[in-house]
């Protein structure tokens, strides 16, 4: 199955990412778009900037065609057993674990085999769009979360429902996978989450989409495969927003054309991982997408930042701003 450009929703937040995120992909088209297509698409997710101090949340979401990455799941295993044989699940908050530490390395060169796209939106916790419902739908949603985490759900939803608008192949099956964590903690909430994601994906009018199944981590099979695909937006999520937080606080801000240097504050594993993340390759594509408010404005913008590392000055990076 071949697949052409992609070609985003223009419904919903659509409005503001749809431009953005087609000129991203039409400049540098990633390795997913330009190979001929299976039959199922994977969408792993996770949520980072739960810290009080961190001005923006993070959604990060892998996308990956399953019939393209057939190789990646053989060297995963070769990884488990030779460099985490031991059943430790890699997670940012989990790095301090020394074992889990030397293993990152080559965890990231390892997701460098993989064909997809990982992408990461930071978002400003008050300067951002929000959401409108009524009483009736604010009700369906309290029976099953907190009132944080409801915003957290719908981000993820109409979020998720933007990304298979454009990155799905006509008649692929979308398998749509996150973390057993606030958001899928129990059959109940996993159902509702299913429920409102494919509500959203059948308002975009993109792609006509095969079956929509909705799953946890819970779901892999022992070989840490479905847990090691999930740790890479667990990994940008958190990274992500403690640069950004970071560089609001002690640099010139994220989106600041004048290079500037790294700030000392941020931690050792968020260096390596954003470090990664800038230096893409074309097999895995990568990018940070910014929403907040327009300077002086109500409105708000969506921006995807290029930031580059200086050679021979790791420790460098400049932003060019996407609009």
């Not at 997913?32 to 959604?59: N, P, W, Y």
């Not at 409108?132 to 429902?161: F, N, Q, T, Y």
């Not at 074309?282 to 930042?305: N, Y």
Request: with cysteine; aromatic share 8%; charged share 20%.
């Amino acid at each position: 199955m071949k697949y052409g450009p992609a070609k985003f929703s223009r419904d919903g937040l659509g409005i503001g990412l749809a431009e953005v995120f087609e000129q991203r992909l039409t400049r540098a088209p990633p390795l997913l778009l330009r190979k001929s297509r299976g039959q199922r698409l994977m969408i792993v997710c996770d949520i980072g900037g739960s810290l009080r101090q961190q001005a923006f949340e993070t959604f990060s979401f892998l996308v990956i065609d399953l019939d393209q990455n057939g190789s990646w799941l053989q060297q995963q295993r070769a990884f488990r057993q030779q460099v985490l044989p031991h059943r430790r699940r890699i997670a940012f908050k989990a790095l301090n674990d020394a074992i889990r530490r030397h293993a990152l390395a080559p965890f990231l060169t390892l997701a460098e085999s993989l064909t997809g796209v990982l992408v990461t939106f930071a978002i400003h916790k008050n300067e951002r769009p929000t959401f409108g419902s009524d009483g009736a739908a604010r009700e369906e949603l309290a029976a099953c979360w907190k009132p944080l985490v409801i915003a957290r759900v719908m981000w993820l939803v109409h979020l998720g429902a933007f990304l298979i608008s454009g990155l799905s192949a006509p008649g692929q099956d979308v398998l749509f996978i996150i973390d057993e964590d606030e958001v899928a903690a129990n059959v109940g909430q996993l159902t509702k989450l299913t429920e409102l994601i494919g509500r959203a994906v059948s308002n975009q009018g993109g792609a006509m989409m095969g079956h929509l199944r909705v799953g946890t981590t819970r779901s892999d099979d022992g070989s840490y495969g479905l847990e090691d695909l999930a740790a890479l937006p667990d990994l940008a999520a958190g990274a992500t927003a403690e640069f950004i937080c970071a560089l609001e606080k002690n640099g010139l801000g994220p989106l600041s054309p004048i290079v500037q240097r790294m700030p000392s504050s941020i931690s050792w594993k968020t260096h390596a991982i954003m470090s990664w993340v800038i230096n893409a390759s074309d097999s895995l594509a990568r990018f940070v997408c910014l929403i907040d408010r327009v300077p002086g404005s109500s409105k708000w913008r969506a921006t995807i930042p290029e930031w580059f590392q200086v050679p021979g000055l790791i420790a460098m990076f400049a932003a060019i701003l996407v609009v």
